[in-house]
């Protein structure tokens, strides 16, 4: 893998992290009641969107590989 891969797959989990972390506190909390539950909400919104970027740019690698491997 190169240098760019390795960002994006590390990249990739650490948005996955963050996503699981912050949605398990987000699901048992009823209502936002504080500052901290704000900024958990925030975090949880900045790490989804570029999750899903890298998400589908990997998911788009991984058809074409196979659709490239098909061929021969």
């Known amino acids: 893998m190169d240098k760019d891969t390795m960002k ?3 990249m990739l989990v650490v948005t ?3 996503l699981y972390f912050c949605g398990s ?3 048992t ?3 936002l009641k504080s500052l ?3 900024l958990v909400v ?3 919104f900045f790490s989804l969107f570029p999750f899903l970027s890298l998400f589908t740019i990997f998911v788009i690698r ?3 590989s196979l659709l490239s491997f098909r061929n021969y």
């Open 8 to 10: 994006q797959v590390f």
């Open 36 to 38: 901290f539950d704000g």
């Open 62 to 64: 991984f058809l074409k």
């Open 25 to 27: 506190y987000l699901t």
């Open 29 to 31: 909390i009823g209502e």
């Open 16 to 18: 996955s992290v963050l």
């Open 42 to 44: 925030m975090i949880f």
